[in-house]
């Protein structure tokens, strides 16, 4: 069973930037990939960006560009620098934590990009 715990949403005008954190715990296995996704109202959860343990890096087009994920292994966390905000970007984060046995959410993060 594996733990997350996000931090850093809020309000936010367009063209501003915030960064996310999500700190991982539990049984965390060696291998595994960490990632961020969203879901605006009404819409359906999507990928924003993921990162494997080794590093590789996906995003989704939309953000390609203007947020960056990163890791720190040695504090099971995961980053999501997030700049040039767009009211579009608006919605819920979740930070997502797998590995081969299964996968893991955390409660959620709101981000508001006012226009």
């Known amino acids: 069973q594996v733990q997350l715990v996000e931090s850093g949403g809020g309000l936010v005008q367009a063209g501003g930037s915030l960064r996310l954190s999500c700190a991982a715990s539990?049984?965390?296995?060696?291998?595994?990939?960490m990632g961020w996704y969203r879901q605006a109202p009404g819409k359906q959860r999507e990928s924003v960006a993921t990162i494997t343990r080794a590093g590789t890096t996906n995003y989704a087009d939309s953000v390609k560009d203007r947020f960056t994920i990163s890791r720190d292994n040695a504090k099971n966390t995961v980053y999501l620098q997030m700049n040039s905000l767009k009211p579009e970007d608006t919605g819920e984060y979740y930070c997502?934590?797998?590995?081969?046995?299964?996968?893991?959410w955390g409660q959620g993060t709101q981000v508001t990009v006012s226009s």
């Open positions: 539990g049984s965390i296995f060696r291998i595994n990939t």
């Open positions: 997502n934590y797998r590995d081969y046995l299964g996968s893991s």
